[in-house]
Structures are given as structure tokens and as C-alpha cells.
């Protein structure tokens, strides 16, 4: 309220007019003050954040995300791929070798060597979009990937990507290479079978019938198929039986998308290695 002050009026009740006016406008000064900073903060707090980059509450570390789309050589998204994201802090040289080879990744355990800071588990949706969040940084990420009629492969130097890059990440595979026949249990009593390539080993897929073999997914390239088997030929005098096994080699060619036929059924080659031991008989050795 606006006092207009009356020279007639004591001096004592003018200063205690203007004393209680100058602190009735400090105290609205402050509550604008109050009211303007109250504001700006509301207004801050609504604002989006741009950075890519979260708090692992974990392991207090940032991490952040890698997404996109594996697709055909058409550019059409593949559906039910398997996928593995490798967070490493060193490789070996070559970067396939042991813990980082096919067989690790695929049953994944090559976080259990200590040479993986993080691995994660996915697969693509129906239209072949994938997404991997709380990432660790590291100095080498990789993702693997592999599935039916695709050549298994990998992403590599992921970790030199840029944010976007990593948000909208294209895998472009091809057409995986199919080898598979039969044998006969006669000629070959199979223990181990096996195809070698430069990007590792691989297992045949079981089948519905135990003398029939399958290979899927093979990048195209120079491959050996190896055959471990095993003889068993007992002595006439039954004092020991003799076992032998066998490895046979037969090199292959194999290329983008096409099935190759390979029969174990007619003359076996020559075995590469041959390696005979005398084992005890049953009786004795259960004695």
C-alpha cells in the first residue's frame, strides 16, 4: 500500500513508515526472483537429453546401444537369426582362434575365459531388426551372427563407430553353402566328422537318419572334410583285441549358395593318419 508521508507527522512515524515500505519490496523482489528461477528449472527438466551414452548401475560404466537390420543380398530383413554380441578387451591374432572360434561363440561360452568383458544374446524379429542395449565400451566389439541358408559371419570394429552408426547398424550376409551325403556304417564306423575351413571347424546338423551327414550355413571357400573312424579287430587267440583309427581327408570347394554332394558309401580313400593300439580284452579289463 502507497503512503504518501505528511511532514506534519513525528519523526518517529515517518522512519517507521519507510522502514516497513523498504521491506515490503525486498520481500516481493524475492518472490519474483523465486518465482523465475522455480520456472527456468521446470523448463530444463522437460528438455530431451542428446546423449547416447547411460550409467551401468552395476559396474558404473557407460554403455549404450547397437541396433539395425540384418538382410538378404537384396536387402531383405531375415527373420530368427542368431546373434552374438562380443565385447572383448583383446583378440587373438588371427581374431578367430580360441575362445573367439565358432564352437564358443555358438554355445556361448567365450565369455567364460576371461578375455570377454560382455556377451549378449539375441535374434533378429520378423523383419530382421535387432537391438543390443547396456553395451560396454570395449576395445573390440564384435557380432556374430549366423542362421538357415546364411553363410555364419561377423561384424567387426564395431567399437569405431559412431553413435548414429551404431543405432542403425546394416549386416549383409550371403548365402551360406550346403554339403551332404551319406555313409556306410560298414565302410566307416564315423567317430568324429568334421569340415575345416580358414574360418574354423564346423559340425554337421543331425539328421532324421544316422547314415545320412549335413552341413549348413558354409561361407564359400576351400574346406577339408575330416573323417576320424574306428576298427575293431579282435585277435583269434582272444588274448587282446586290436583297434584302429583311421583318419581320412577329402578337400572341397565350396560355393555361395550352392549344395554340394558328397557320398561316403563306395571305396574309402587312403587314410591320411593310421594309428593301432592293443587293448585288453573285456573280461580282463573289468577284472
Known amino acids: 500500500m502507497l503512503q504518501i508521508l505528511d511532514a506534519s507527522w513525528p519523526q518517529t512515524q515517518r522512519r517507521r513508515i519507510v522502514g516497513t515500505s523498504k521491506l515490503l519490496c525486498m ?14 528449472r521446470e523448463t530444463h527438466a522437460a528438455e530431451p537429453q542428446a546423449n547416447e551414452t547411460t550409467t551401468d548401475p552395476i559396474g558404473h560404466r557407460n554403455t549404450f546401444s547397437i541396433a539395425g537390420r540384418v538382410v538378404d543380398e537384396a536387402g531383405t530383413g531375415l527373420a530368427g537369426i542368431e546373434l552374438r554380441l562380443i565385447v572383448a578387451d583383446q583378440r587373438p591374432s588371427p581374431r578367430n582362434r580360441f575362445p573367439f572360434n565358432w564352437q564358443m561363440i555358438e554355445s556361448g561360452r567365450p565369455d567364460k575365459r576371461g578375455l ?22 570395449g576395445k573390440d566389439i ?28 546394416i549386416v549383409q550376409t550371403v548365402a551360406g553353402g550346403t554339403i551332404h551325403g551319406k555313409f556306410d556304417p560298414a565302410l566307416y564306423l564315423i567317430d568324429e566328422l568334421t569340415l575345416s575351413g580358414i574360418d574354423g571347424t564346423f559340425r554337421p546338423q543331425s539328421t532324421d537318419n544316422s547314415t545320412r551327414y549335413e552341413f549348413t550355413g558354409i561361407p564359400a571357400g576351400v574346406y577339408k572334410l575330416r573323417i576320424l573312424c574306428v576298427e575293431v579287430n579282435e585277435k583269434t587267440d582272444a588274448a587282446a583285441f586290436m583297434t584302429s583309427q583311421m583318419e581320412y581327408t577329402i578337400p572341397l570347394v565350396v560355393k555361395s549358395g550352392a549344395t554340394l554332394t558328397v557320398e561316403l558309401d563306395g571305396n574309402a580313400p587312403s587314410p591320411v593318419t593310421e594309428v593301432t593300439a592293443a587293448v585288453a580284452p573285456k573280461a580282463e579289463q573289468a577284472e
Do not use: C, H, M
Open 142 to 169: 564384435e557380432l556374430a551372427y549366423w542362421g538357415q541358408d546364411v553363410a555364419r559371419g561377423r561384424q567387426t570394429s564395431l567399437e569405431d563407430l559412431s553413435p548414429n552408426e551404431r543405432r542403425n547398424l
Open 27 to 40: 520481500i516481493t523482489v524475492a518472490a519474483i526472483l523465486a518465482a523465475n528461477l522455480s520456472s527456468s
Open 116 to 137: 570377454v568383458r560382455q556377451l549378449l544374446l539375441g535374434k533378429t524379429d520378423l523383419d530382421g531388426r535387432f537391438v543390443f542395449n547396456q553395451v560396454q565400451p
